[in-house]
């Protein structure tokens, strides 16, 4: 069974970093492309960013492009999303969630993590 | 970018009802578009890849058509479990999620 747990969420102050990490398990991570999406409070999904099997290859919304930086380390079959310059803006879920296919980096994504909550306040 | 217009952004129906969403493509993008459903509180799930693939395991009252920029996602007789949130995604140009389209039992 595949599993994408999410951590590292929590409350930040404006301007500030946060690293978020989303451990896989159930299936050969290194095959397949991961995304991050997020849900700020009562709104719809934004996709943030995205990241080849391999690594060689990431992708990233306008929105965050320059503050976010997405990465993987396959020797442990885990994904991150390193957050600076944090903004209120940012305050969302953020979800880790697997490619569906092997196929291509950004097409549909299946399954998703349950999502860790960033709050940017003062 | 592409932007995605789903409409309508809610509506109700009765257990039974046939219901159709649709979700329009500012350009071109053939047929990669998905649909996921979100319940209250959970992780979305995909339901409809490239348009009209159902995902293993989705029930086949689920269903999805079209290409280019004109799109439409199907319930065939709406149950209780099917309350949920659902969005429309493209993939020709990065990501893009339409705005949701939140589905209530009357």
């Known amino acids: 069974e595949v599993q994408l747990l999410e951590s590292g969420g929590g409350l930040v102050q404006p301007g500030g970093s946060l690293r978020l990490s989303c451990a896989s398990s159930g299936f050969t991570f290194s095959s397949y492309a991961m995304s991050w999406v997020r849900q700020a409070p009562g709104k719809g999904l934004e996709w943030v960013s995205a990241i080849s099997g391999s690594g060689d290859s990431t992708y990233y919304a306008d929105s965050v492009k320059g503050r976010f930086t997405i990465s993987r380390d396959n020797s442990k079959n885990t994904l991150y999303l390193q957050m600076n310059s944090l903004r209120a803006e940012d305050t969302a879920v953020y979800y880790c969630?697997?490619?569906?296919?092997?196929?291509?980096?950004?097409?549909?994504?299946?399954?998703w993590g349950q999502g860790t909550l960033v709050t940017v306040s003062s | 970018d592409i932007q995605m217009t789903q409409s309508p952004s809610s509506l109700s129906a009765s257990v039974g009802d046939r219901v159709t969403i649709t979700c329009q493509a500012s350009?071109?993008?053939?047929?990669?578009l998905n649909w996921y459903q979100q319940k209250p509180g959970k992780a979305p799930k995909l339901l409809i890849y490239?348009?009209?693939n159902l995902e293993t395991g989705v029930p086949s009252r689920f269903s999805g058509s079209g290409s280019g920029t004109d799109f439409t996602f199907t319930i065939s007789s709406l149950q209780p479990e099917d309350i949920a949130t659902y969005y429309c995604q493209q993939y020709d140009n990065l990501l893009t999620f339409g705005q949701g389209t939140k589905v209530e039992v009357k």
């Open positions: 350009q071109d993008i053939s047929n990669y």
């Open positions: 490239d348009a009209s």
């Open positions: 969630a697997k490619a569906g296919t092997t196929v291509v980096n950004l097409g549909w994504f299946d399954p």
